[in-house]
């Protein structure tokens, strides 16, 4: 089962009680972040679910109110030497926005290789376990390049129609 964790609701702007965009989704040992706009890391730490395994982050479009956390928060993985590498997915457009903050401003100067991975994605599935998939869709929002995802645990058990039709049940609306 997936468990999805608010992090932020707001829209644009923060407001007093809401931050800027960005969830957590997870399902058994896997954790996804869906967006991180400002304010992301205080929330991670406010909902006491850690740092740990937070490598994948899914971004569904450029707009900074989306993107700016990455800066904070992959510099705190940084510091900490909490990740050895943290991938974050995206469109060409919103990942050449993630490029310029990165490794123009956070990785400025860094030696090594670098920690973060930058992977394009397109719609269909891209992401595939033995327990689930994660699919991008394309989404219509004021002109961007932007995707939704949709998360599909796979059915555990097979659908048996013979004993369906013994539970006698009235059809469906």
């Known amino acids: 089962m997936f468990e ?14 809401r931050g800027l965009s ?3 989704i997870q399902h058994e ?46 510099s705190t993985f940084l510091h900490w030497e909490v ?17 310029d903050l990165i490794f123009g401003v ?6 090594g290789k670098p920690p ?8 269909g599935i ?4 033995e327990r689930f998939t994660i699919t991008a869709f394309p989404v219509d929002h004021r002109g961007s390049s932007s995707l939704g995802y949709r998360f599909e645990e796979h059915s555990r058990r097979p659908f048996l129609p013979e004993k369906a039709d013994s539970l006698n049940l009235p059809p469906g609306p």
């Not at 956070?106 to 030696?111: E, I, Q, T």
């Open 4 to 17: 999805i964790v608010f992090l932020g609701t707001s829209a644009s702007a923060p407001s007093v009680h």
């Open 116 to 123: 973060v991975v930058l992977q394009e994605i397109e719609p």
């Open 22 to 24: 960005s969830l957590l």
């Open 29 to 74: 040992e896997y954790r996804f972040l869906i967006d991180c706009g400002e304010e992301t890391q205080r929330q991670i730490l406010r909902s006491g679910i850690g740092f740990k395994r937070l490598n994948q982050i899914l971004l569904t479009h450029g707009h900074l109110d989306h993107i700016l956390g990455l800066g904070g928060l992959v």
């Open 83 to 99: 990740m050895e590498e943290i991938e974050i997915f995206g469109t060409q457009h919103t990942l050449d926005r993630v490029h």
């Open 106 to 111: 956070v990785l400025r100067g860094f030696r």
């Open 126 to 129: 891209f992401y595939a376990t």
